[in-house]
Each structure stands twice: as structure tokens, then as C-alpha cells.
């Protein structure tokens, strides 16, 4: 999972691998390590609307579990909401179209500018 904060947006963009599990109705999560960790969760849920909360350390995103369970077949790049000021985008993560250095492309999207 890739993760940009800026304002009042979270971006977030998942592998191949991360969609498929999301649509196993899977819980997706990454923590930073840092002296207080981070934690980072994307939850499928029975909820209509995609949803964002942080609570303690850990900042949660709530999609709805029927978007999830066919995302991973279907040609929908994404999903954008608002909730409580925040706006949410949640996206499947391409392959770059220029390759940087020491980071790699595997299980990304093909990139169709590619």
C-alpha cells in the first residue's frame, strides 16, 4: 500500500495482491515504524459509503465490502469520497511510466500509457 497525506486528502494506492485480498473481504495493513508507530488499515465493511476515522495510532478506511469484492475484475481504476471533511481516493497503483530507482514495479497495475 502506497500512502499520501496532503491537506485534507489520503491517497492510497494497492498492489495487485492488496485488491485481491481486499476482495477476500481481507483487512490491508501497513504500520510505520516509527518511535510511536503508525498503523494503516483498509477494512471492507457493510457500510454504503467509504468512510476514514483515526483513532490512537491506528487510521482506519471503511469501504464498502460489495465495491471491494469486484474491484479486482473490474476496469475501475478507483473509488473517491468525502467524509468529514476528508477526502479519501483509493486507487489501483500502476506501473511508474518513467522506472525510478530502487523502486520497483512488481505487482502494480500495467500502466495503459505504457
Same mark, same amino acid.
Given at each position: 500500500?502506497?500512502?499520501?497525506?496532503?491537506?485534507?486528502? #489520503?491517497?492510497?494506492?494497492?498492489?495487485?495482491? &492488496?485488491?485481491?485480498?481486499?476482495?477476500?473481504?481481507?483487512? #490491508?495493513?501497513e504500520s510505520l515504524p516509527t518511535p510511536r508507530p503508525l498503523h494503516f488499515l #483498509?477494512?471492507?465493511?457493510?457500510?454504503?459509503?467509504?468512510?476514514?476515522?483515526?483513532?490512537?495510532?491506528?487510521? %482506519?478506511?471503511?469501504?464498502?465490502?460489495?465495491?471491494?469484492?469486484?474491484?479486482?475484475?473490474? $476496469?475501475? $481504476?478507483?473509488?473517491?469520497?468525502?467524509?468529514?471533511? #476528508?477526502?479519501?481516493?483509493?486507487?489501483?497503483?500502476?506501473?511508474?511510466?518513467?522506472?525510478? &530507482?530502487? &523502486?520497483? %514495479?512488481?505487482?502494480?497495475?500495467k500502466n495503459p500509457s505504457l
Amino acid at each position: 500500500m502506497k500512502l499520501r497525506l496532503r491537506a485534507n486528502t #489520503i491517497r492510497l494506492r494497492l498492489l495487485q495482491g &492488496e485488491v485481491a485480498r481486499l476482495a477476500a473481504g481481507e483487512t #490491508i495493513r501497513e504500520s510505520l515504524p516509527t518511535p510511536r508507530p503508525l498503523h494503516f488499515l #483498509i477494512m471492507p465493511n457493510e457500510t454504503l459509503e467509504m468512510s476514514a476515522a483515526f483513532e490512537g495510532d491506528t487510521l %482506519s478506511i471503511l469501504v464498502p465490502r460489495d465495491w471491494s469484492n469486484g474491484w479486482a475484475e473490474s $476496469v475501475e $481504476v478507483g473509488r473517491h469520497a468525502t467524509t468529514n471533511g #476528508i477526502d479519501i481516493l483509493i486507487e489501483k497503483d500502476w506501473a511508474c511510466s518513467t522506472p525510478r &530507482e530502487g &523502486e520497483a %514495479s512488481l505487482d502494480t497495475y500495467k500502466n495503459p500509457s505504457l
